[in-house]
């Protein structure tokens, strides 16, 4: 996105009165708080290797209060997330000074297949989300679990939702990497705009998935419903920096009104996200055999008909990784070289 474009619009919290909503979601383990950790810029929620039992956590920018909202609606201001009742409580907020939540909200969710946590206890914060990011393992990316409950997802949550592949790290290479996003751009593509592989123990990766956000956070152009009470109550307070571990400020507990929800207006465009595709590498002697053999194969080929072109190039890279030997190839393609570690690096977003 050039900075001319960016700057012909105003920003998202002008053109509304609250900011876009991030709902991050997936099944446990998935790495929805590592990846809200990595976008804050350190440890502000508990990530654990087993599943953790937090309820709902919704993240604004601002100071650094805490408050847990309970089923009936009271909110009271509390000191730590530990010890939160998670069948008493609705969900939590929490300000904190990350530059990304001055762009939009994110919303932490217990996971889907949680077995000591009901459905409900993330679905109930779907109707306050303008879009979902969905974290899925890339050791096990995009099960028939997952897909179950995407199918019963709301129809306008589809329109701008985003499927994060994490643990890329813990693919042995980038062929690995690659048949993974085929595999998940074939099985996934339909639900989600958007497909990114990445690691999130990698700042690197956790910077452009923040650029990603940031993007889709300010192509939300209508936002339905006005800012929520409490969020908006705590974005006011006066940021302490760097002082992240302050006591929280005491409050009365008090009714807030409920959210109003969200919907996002787009609608589903099946079969057209965007897929981060980890590039290539036809490395040392062989970029010449490669042209020839690229030049074989489309040349029967429309030019023009991006899907025939890209069914050519998927064939290229599946030569590439087994060494199958294609009709018109003059040379048989060595298997891509690997690399010790799989990440995200060319974006085919803009
Ligand atoms: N190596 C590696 N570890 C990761 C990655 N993402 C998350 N983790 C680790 O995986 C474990 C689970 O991550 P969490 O962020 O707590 O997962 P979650 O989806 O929030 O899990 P629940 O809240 O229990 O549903 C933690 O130990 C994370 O540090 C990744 O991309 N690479
Ligand atoms: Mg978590």
């Given at each position: 996105?050039?900075?001319?474009?960016r700057?012909?619009?105003?920003?998202?919290?002008?053109?509304?009165a609250?900011?876009?909503?991030?709902?991050?979601?997936?099944?446990?383990?998935?790495?929805?708080?590592?990846?809200?950790n990595g976008?804050?810029g350190g440890a502000?929620?508990?990530s654990?290797?087993t599943?953790t039992?937090?309820?709902?956590v919704?993240?604004?920018?601002?100071g650094s209060?805490?408050?847990?909202?309970?089923?009936?609606?009271?909110?009271?201001?509390?000191?730590?997330?530990?010890?939160?009742d998670?069948?008493?409580?609705?969900?939590?907020?929490l300000?904190h000074?990350?530059?990304?939540?001055?762009?939009?909200?994110?919303?932490?969710?217990?996971?889907?297949?949680d077995?000591n946590?009901?459905?409900?206890?993330?679905e109930?914060?779907?109707?306050?989300?303008?879009?979902?990011v969905?974290?899925t393992?890339?050791?096990q990316?995009?099960?028939?679990?997952?897909k179950?409950?995407?199918?019963?997802?709301?129809?306008?949550?589809?329109?701008?939702?985003t499927?994060l592949?994490?643990h890329?790290?813990?693919l042995?290479?980038?062929?690995?990497?690659?048949?993974?996003?085929?595999?998940?751009?074939?099985?996934?593509?339909?639900?989600?705009?958007?497909?990114l592989?990445?690691?999130l123990?990698e700042?690197e990766?956790?910077?452009?998935i923040?650029?990603?956000?940031?993007?889709l956070?300010?192509?939300l152009?209508?936002?339905p419903?006005?800012a929520?009470?409490?969020t908006a109550?705590?974005?006011?307070?006066p940021?302490a920096?760097p002082?992240?571990?302050?006591?929280?400020p005491?409050a009365?507990?008090?009714?807030?009104?409920?959210?109003?929800?969200?919907?996002p207006?787009r609608?589903?465009?099946?079969?057209?996200?965007?897929?981060?595709?980890?590039p290539?590498?036809?490395?040392?002697?062989?970029?010449?055999?490669?042209?020839?053999?690229?030049?074989a194969?489309?040349?029967?080929i429309?030019r023009?008909?991006?899907?025939?072109?890209l069914a050519?190039?998927?064939?290229l890279?599946d030569s590439?990784?087994?060494g199958?030997?294609?009709?018109g190839?003059?040379?048989?393609?060595?298997?891509?070289a690997?690399e010790?570690?799989?990440v995200?690096?060319?974006?085919e977003e803009?």
């Open positions: 996105m050039s900075i001319a474009r700057s012909t619009r105003p920003p998202a919290a002008t053109r509304s609250r900011r876009p909503r991030l709902l991050i979601a997936g099944e446990f383990s998935a790495g929805k708080t590592r990846l809200i976008l804050l502000v929620l508990p654990n290797v599943a039992h937090l309820p709902p919704w993240l604004v920018g601002g209060a805490r408050m847990a909202v309970d089923l009936s609606g009271e909110a009271r201001a509390i000191e730590a997330l530990d010890g939160i998670v069948a008493e409580t609705h969900h939590c907020v300000s000074h990350a530059d990304c939540l001055a762009r939009f909200d994110l919303i932490d969710t217990p996971g889907s297949s077995p946590m009901t459905a409900e206890s993330w109930r914060m779907l109707p306050l989300a303008d879009a979902v969905w974290c393992n890339a050791t990316a995009w099960r028939q679990s997952e179950a409950v995407w199918q019963d997802m709301p129809e306008a949550l589809r329109a701008n939702a499927l592949v994490t890329a790290d813990r042995p290479d980038r062929r690995a990497a690659d048949r993974v996003l085929r595999r998940v751009q074939r099985e996934a593509g339909p639900f989600f705009m958007h497909i592989l990445a690691s123990i700042p990766d956790l910077a452009r923040g650029d990603h956000l940031g993007r956070a300010e192509g152009d209508a936002l419903g006005r929520d009470r409490l109550e705590l974005a006011a307070q940021v920096r002082h992240g571990s302050e006591a929280a005491v009365p507990p008090r009714r807030v009104a409920p959210a109003e929800t969200a919907r207006t609608p589903v465009r099946p079969g057209r996200s965007n897929v981060v595709r980890l290539l590498a036809p490395s040392g002697d062989r970029p010449a055999d490669l042209r020839a053999l690229w030049s194969m489309i040349e029967d429309d023009t008909d991006a899907t025939a072109v050519c190039a998927e064939r890279i590439l990784e087994t199958e030997r294609l009709p190839a003059t040379a048989r393609p060595e298997p891509a690997t010790p570690r799989p995200t690096a060319a974006r803009e």
